[in-house]
């Protein structure tokens, strides 16, 4: 019986291009191209996450040739931390939540995790994912710690992404899997991928389950 | 600055005698005595949670010269996934969470605090605690690593405890401490203990802040 639903958090719960690059423009930076470096240059590290994003802006707006005050860096750096939902999310969330335990398993830390839900009003049951696990997605020790951590079998919990990737991995630890496709996460976002369940948004999945 | 309060969970949040008493009444035990001893063996075990409850069930049942049912004793094993709040609890923290992040830092693990917390109406941020730390209060690294997990600075968390050794540990990592009596939680419960803060409940602890 299913009795958890896990969900990626970047792209498939909140909408981090517009978010990031509406904040960059404010800044007088080119957003879209801002973001888009920068989320590719993301690379989680357990212990160094705050630097290291702000240290992947330097990057970008060196590659970009892009000029910002320090301070303006630092603050800007924070939009991770303030991403907004897509509009189905809260709703579609609340709905789940009334009959599964919901919990991101995300690559973001406890901390970032935290401050998106309460930012974007995610009503999270609990902060899973890569920190519990100590590795990152794909890595099948983070969905595999995120079920124990619920004292669930892997085939009583559902991993909930955008992204086929992480749904396949998810598939191979047992788990089930729903596909949400999210089109304007970026240009050359997954419009299908192969998982037991597929919806249009949140609430629809609500609906399906 | 304070941006984090953590939390104790049984006796301090909830009223796990009056819970579990009374789940044992229901099954023709003598509520309080069960409860009593059931909670004098409590000891956690991070791979053995669950059955370690049921184990320390069949020792109390043994000892107090009681019989139950198998099937009643699983059952009744749950009720400590399932104790009420304080009339308190709920309101405040709803209080704290507008200005704070909230979260527990007790010895129950990641699937006993979401079932608590689902039943119970605890609007936590996130399930910090025993689990994250692999330790067990009062062993310093289990409020060391739920600051750690938020991204801050001891400093800048409270304990909020209704037992002095609690707050007493807490402190010795640097944290701020909040003392809230639970006279009711059983005889002997402590009425004072040394600590930062100190209010009769949690409504009176957001208004204390």
């Known amino acids: 019986m299913l009795k958890a639903l ?8 909140v909408d981090w291009r517009t978010s990031v690059a509406g904040e960059a423009a404010a800044l007088g930076l080119p957003g879209e191209a801002v973001a ?6 993301y690379q989680p590290q357990l212990e160094t996450v705050r630097s290291g994003e702000r240290e992947a802006l330097d990057d970008v707006l060196a590659e970009l040739g892009l ?14 931390h303030r991403l907004d939902p897509w509009p189905d999310t809260v709703n579609g969330l609340a709905r789940l939540k009334a009959r599964f335990v919901i919990a991101p398993c995300s690559n973001g830390h406890i901390a970032q995790s935290v401050n998106l839900a309460r930012h974007a009003g ?5 902060i899973l994912g890569a920190e519990i696990a100590r590795a990152y997605k794909p890595d099948p020790r983070v969905y595999e710690a995120s079920v124990a ?3 669930l079998l892997p085939d009583e919990a559902m991993m909930v ?3 086929g990737g992480d749904l396949e991995a998810a598939a191979a630890c047992g788990l089930r899997t729903a596909f949400v496709p999210r089109s ?11 998982a037991d369940v ?3 948004d949140f609430e629809a999945l609500a609906q399906a389950l």
Do not use: I, K, N, Y
């Not at 896990?6 to 719960?13: A, E, H, K, M």
């Not at 000029?67 to 991770?80: F, G, I, K, S, V």
């Not at 995610?122 to 609990?126: E, I, Q, V």
């Open 161 to 163: 992404a955008a992204h």
């Open 36 to 41: 888009d470096a920068w989320r590719a240059r």
């Open 198 to 200: 597929s919806a249009p």
């Open 149 to 151: 951590a619920l004292g």
């Open 67 to 80: 000029d910002l005050a320090l301070e303006q860096r630092d603050e800007l750096t924070l939009a991770w």
């Open 122 to 126: 995610l009503p999270w049951d609990a």
């Open 6 to 13: 896990l969900f990626d958090v970047f792209g498939t719960c």
């Open 184 to 194: 304007r996460e970026h240009p050359g976002a997954e419009s299908e991928a192969e």
